[in-house]
Structures are given as structure tokens and as C-alpha cells.
């Protein structure tokens, strides 16, 4: 299922949000560091040099329904903080701070977002995965007008 909604974010969790990834352009795997600057993608079977940052935000929404947790990977994630991922990464490493207040940025601003659900199993336990797969400003001029029609329907 695909809904497109304007809702605002209330919390982010930090936590776990960037993890270290293979530098392979087609691999987004995790991986695992073997020494000082050698790290080990496990779908590859190599050993990098360096890694690439990726980034998967989980975001709790609301909207006059209520609230929702969503996933915004790389690009939507990059999109909604208006930092890159690799800038985040360095952030994270050296400002701990600033990183966190990076990630506080887009709280409480109004958005659209689109984002599917997807049922999932898991233990013997299903839930619905709620993944963004776009995520817009809101135009307060198209806006305005949108509801100026909505409202000239009812008069």
C-alpha cells in the first residue's frame, strides 16, 4: 500500500541511524573493521581500505490521524536533514553535538511524505514496514491555494 501524507517529525532516533558500508558502488552491506584501516565486506568477500557511510533513518511522523514510525534510507534521509551522509559520518566522529542537533533539524517542520507499507513476518510475528520513498517541502503558495479551492467547494 502507498500513501502520500503531510505529517511533521517528532523524534529521530540517533542511535544506529549511519552505519559503516562496503565502498563497492553495488554493495550497501555492513562492514566489519579488521584493523586499523582495513575493513571486511562479508557479501564481497573483501578487504577495503576505506568504507562509505550509509544512512537509515527511522522517524516517528504525525499527522491529525497519529503517529507512525517510518524508515527514510540514504536519499530521502539525505533529502529530509539537507546534509549528506558522508558529512554526517565526519560529524559524527568529531561533533557529537552538532550531529545530534543535524538530526534535530527537520523536527516539528511539515513535509510530505510518500511512503509504502510492506507486511513482514518475523518469529511468527507480522508487522507493517513503513519505508518513505520521497519526501518533499511543503510550497506554502500551492498549498494555500489547494485549500483555498477545498474551501470554495463548501461555500
Do not use: H
Not at 59 to 81: C, H, I, R, Y
Not at 91 to 115: C, G, H, M, S, V
Amino acid at each position: 500500500a502507498v500513501v502520500s501524507t503531510q505529517s511533521t517529525g517528532t523524534f529521530v532516533k540517533k542511535d544506529n541511524c549511519l552505519y559503516k558500508a562496503c565502498p563497492s558502488a553495488d554493495c550497501n552491506k555492513k562492514v566489519i573493521q579488521e584493523g586499523e584501516s582495513e575493513y571486511r565486506c562479508e557479501k564481497c568477500n573483501r578487504l577495503y581500505p576505506d568504507f562509505k557511510y550509509r544512512l537509515m533513518l527511522s522517524v516517528k511522523l504525525a499527522d491529525m490521524s497519529g503517529v507512525e514510525w517510518v524508515t527514510l534510507f540514504q536519499e530521502n534521509g539525505e533529502k529530509l536533514l539537507g546534509r549528506s551522509t558522508q558529512e554526517l559520518g565526519q560529524l559524527k566522529e568529531t561533533a557529537d553535538e552538532q550531529f545530534d542537533k543535524a538530526l534535530d533539524e527537520p523536527l516539528f517542520r511539515r513535509y510530505t511524505f510518500k511512503i509504502r507499507g510492506k507486511l513482514e513476518t518475523w518469529n511468527d510475528e507480522t508487522r507493517t514496514r513503513m519505508s518513505v520513498f520521497n519526501v518533499a517541502d511543503i510550497d506554502p503558495v500551492k498549498e494555500s491555494e489547494r485549500m483555498l479551492r477545498e474551501i470554495a467547494q463548501f461555500a
